[in-house]
Structure formats: structure tokens, C-alpha cells
């Protein structure tokens, strides 16, 4: 399997209150934060796995 396989931050999230995570997870509410992944989805010559 390729790419990054995040199920254990949804196990984590959804099982577990956050005073019982080793690390602390906070928002980070950026402006532009989607523009990455908006310009890779219009991407012309993009390769999808």
C-alpha cells in the first residue's frame, strides 16, 4: 500500500479523550489551507495511484 494510511488517528480520535493522547493535537485554522490539494485536483497531467 502506498501513501499515507491515517486509521490510527481516526482509532485515536474516536476511542480515546484527548487527555490520554502523548501528544497534544490542536486546530490550526490557516487561511489557504486547502490550496495545495485544490491545485492538485485541477491538475492536468496529475497521476492518480
Do not use: H, I, Q
Not at 474516536?14 to 490550526?28: D, F, I, N, Q, R
Not at 487561511?31 to 495511484?49: E, H, I, L
Amino acid at each position: 500500500m502506498a501513501g499515507f494510511d491515517d486509521r490510527r488517528f481516526y482509532d485515536l480520535f474516536e476511542k480515546k479523550p484527548a487527555s490520554m493522547w502523548l501528544t497534544p493535537v490542536e486546530k490550526a485554522d490557516l487561511p489557504n489551507r486547502t490550496a495545495p490539494f485544490d491545485a492538485w485536483s485541477v491538475k492536468r497531467d496529475r497521476v492518480d495511484c
